[in-house]
Every structure is written in C-alpha cells, then in structure tokens.
C-alpha cells in the first residue's frame, strides 16, 4: 500500500503532538551520553557493596576492562548462522567444552543461551519432546515450590503440566514426595543447587537416582551454582554432589551472566547424552528464505556475550576463579556472622554457598520491616521475599563486612527501630528477583 499525501500529512502533525514519544531530530552522542549518566544517581549503587542479587560484583578493573574491549569487538556481529563468524563459532564451542569439563559431563553438548530462563526452557523443551517420541501426550515436570519461576515460565510457554512440591523442613526438595507426585506422564525431575530463596542445594543424589529407576530425565538447575560450586570445593568447602557426576543427571543449567562474572546475557545448557542434546535444535526447509536451523530459542545472537565469556573464563581460569570464590567466601563468612551476631536474626535453614534468607527467629522482638527500612537509609538495597529478607553475596562485597555489621547491629537496636516501623513488610514480594 502506498502513503497518500493526507497520510503523510497526519503522521506528520501525529509526530509532533505534545507527548509523541519519538524523536523529531536527533542529538549529538555527548549529549546523550551526558544526559544518561546525569540521570544515574537513580539507579542502585552497587559498586560500592551495598546491593544483591542483580549485579555481581567482581571490582575487579582489569577484568571490567577486557570485557568493554571484547564487547565493543563484536558488538554489530551475529552468531545465528555459526559458519559466517567462525570466531564466535570457536568461542562459543571452547565455552562449551569449558562447561563439560567443569559440571563433569562425558561428552560435549550442549549451547549457550540468552541467561538462565532460556536454557531452563531448553531443558523443558528438549524433556517434553523426548517424553513425546515416548508415547506422552500431556506431559508433566515434577519439581519443588523452590525452583526458580522460569520452570513455570517455561512449562506455561510449552504447554508441559508443572506439579509443584513443598519443599522438606531444611528447605530442600522432598524426593519421597516428588516421586509421589509424579506418574506415567512424568517427562522430568528438577534439582536446584542451590535454590535461589534459601540457597540450599536440594538432595541432587537422591533425586538423579529416584529419576533414573523410574526412567525420568533429571535436570539440575545450577543457574546460579554452576559457576561458583567448583571452586568453592576447590577452596576447601563442603559441597555435596551436584553435576553430571551424580548418576542419573541429564540435563544442567548455569549462568556464566551470574558467578560466571560476564555481563548479562551468557548461560550454558549441558545434556549428559548429545542425543537429547540434538532434539533442542530446530529445523524448518520449506521456507523461500531457504533452510532455518536454530539450536536455542533465539534467532539472532549478539556476539557480545559469546566473546565476554570466552574472555572471562580465558582471563580467570581455575586460579582466577578460585581466588574469587575464596573472596566470596570470606564475604560470605562475615555477612553469616553479622546477622548471627544480632539477638533474634538467623539465617533459614543452612545454606551451603553464598546465598541466603534471614529473618526473624521465634523468640525474636525485633521488626524485619523496620530494620529492613534503617539499612535502606544507610544505602542497603536488601532484597524481601515472603520468610525475610534475602542477600547474595560477590566478590566485591568482601570489602563492606565490617560496615555491613555496624549498620546491622545499629538497625537492630530499639530506637531506630522505633523511628522507622512505618515502612511494611513484605510490600515489595515479587520485586526480588536473581
Ligand atoms: C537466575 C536464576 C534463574 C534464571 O536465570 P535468568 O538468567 O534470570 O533468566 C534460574 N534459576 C536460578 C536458581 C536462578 O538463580
């Protein structure tokens, strides 16, 4: 159809009506640029300790250095079609052969994706067309109320059932009662390790075997785990068997875009079997276009975050990542402290990375929402979920333990507490997010 001059005329005046949101003339890049940052101060300031969650923070320059170069390298290039940048095609394989060789897979498969909710939609998709060539027609996955909501996300898009367990008293997942749950239509099991609200890594041994016996696929989410575990054993901690080691895990989910220390948009989705692993991809040929292969969700694919974790994971390397793991460790340990320090504050159930809830204990008199309001004021962004409230810990915390213990203690105390009771609890549920 082509625009009479009337159309013309009205998109013209529509343009510049008070409001219209699209820009009549363009500004210089240093206005714009001076423009964002005058706006900053708006935003979390997480480069100096005080945030979660969203952001993890390494404070390491030279790294935060490499990873602008490496992004600016290949910011316009495009990993749809791997054989056109068969630099980002060789990135992105050694990423994955990186990835086998941590999580212990046998062989390589798998694919980076987009971050931890595509690679979790991966696995339900791959698990819901093996249940198919099975015979299964309305298929289910069986995980605990835990797991992370893009299992909801995913099975909602796909039109897999989801049944939701509680979860057991140390908040961890409950494998009698999952097996309980689950039937002839049972496609998958899901393990977290950790789980994002509690942190806790559920009984993955238990659950791959229960899932094996029974001929279910088991999928461990380590969207969050996966890239801190190993080194956190390596540095002398004690984590319980989590990755393909455990007999009976198929697939896992990790996120090089959290404590794999690249920026966002980098995750890794691993299959034990590269059978399973090809029923991710897919492939459309009566297209004028000609043939469309696609092995992720996405069509194009930023090269950005293929090159930053291929640069990251080259730059840190086994020692770089276990020199972090140990600063985490040491945040983590000084964080644990300062809550457990406070009269009436502990942590739920008992977390075995850097990850936690805590909250009030039975006995307590203090108010969560109060002291949750007084480290707002002194420039804590703590994250509140249903049971407390909720912290993560990076590298970079390591520096602000001793001024996370003075501003807890000083928040606990009565007066403030006194001054600041009118902020609720529990207002912002849903706005805490990983
Ligand atoms: C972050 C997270 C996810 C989802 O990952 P996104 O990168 O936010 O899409 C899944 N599972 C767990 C345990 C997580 O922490």
Known sequence: ??????????????????????????????????????????DIDWKHGKAFSLVYNVDDPELDGLLCEVAHEFLHENALNPLRYKTLLAMEMEVIAAATTLFGAPEMSGSLSSGGTESIFLAVYTARE???????????????????????????????????????????????????AADANTVMLVGSAPCYPFGVIDPITDLAAAADAAGYLCHVDACLGGWLLPFWQRIGREVPPWDFRVEGVTS?????????YCFKGVSTISYRDPDLAKKQVFWFEDWPGGLYASGTAAGTRP????????????HLGVEGYSRLARRVAAAA????????????????????????????????????????????????????????????????????????????????AADTIATNSAVPYGSVVGLSDS
Request: charged share 20%; hydrophobic share 40%; aromatic share 6%.
């Open 130 to 180: 093996h249940g198919s060539d099975r015979g299964i027609a309305t298929p289910n996955v069986v995980t605990a109320t835990t797991a992370h909501p893009a299992f909801n996300k995913a099975c909602h898009y796909l039109g897999v059932e989801q049944r939701r367990v509680p979860h057991g008293p140390d908040g961890r997942a409950d494998v009698e009662a999952m097996l309980a």
């Open 303 to 314: 090269g950005p975050p293929i090159a930053g974790a291929w640069a990251v994971i080259n």
């Open 252 to 260: 896992l989910s990790a996120d090089i875009h959290k404590y794999g």
């Open 1 to 42: 159809m082509t625009a009479t001059p009337q159309d013309t005329a009205s998109q013209d005046t529509a343009s510049t009506q008070p409001g219209a949101a699209f820009p009549d003339t363009g500004t210089p890049a240093a206005d714009l640029l001076a423009k964002i940052r005058a706006d900053r101060p708006g």
């Open 333 to 412: 340990d000084g964080f644990r402290a300062a809550i457990e320090s406070v009269d009436g504050l502990g942590i739920t159930s008992n977390p075995e990375m850097s990850v936690w809830e805590f909250g009030l204990t039975e006995d307590s008199d203090l108010d969560l929402g109060a002291l949750a309001a007084s480290m707002d004021a002194r420039g804590w962004a703590l994250d509140a979920q249903p049971g407390g409230l909720h912290l993560m810990l990076s590298p970079g915390h390591d520096k602000v333990v001793d001024q996370f213990a003075e501003d807890l203690a000083w928040a606990a």
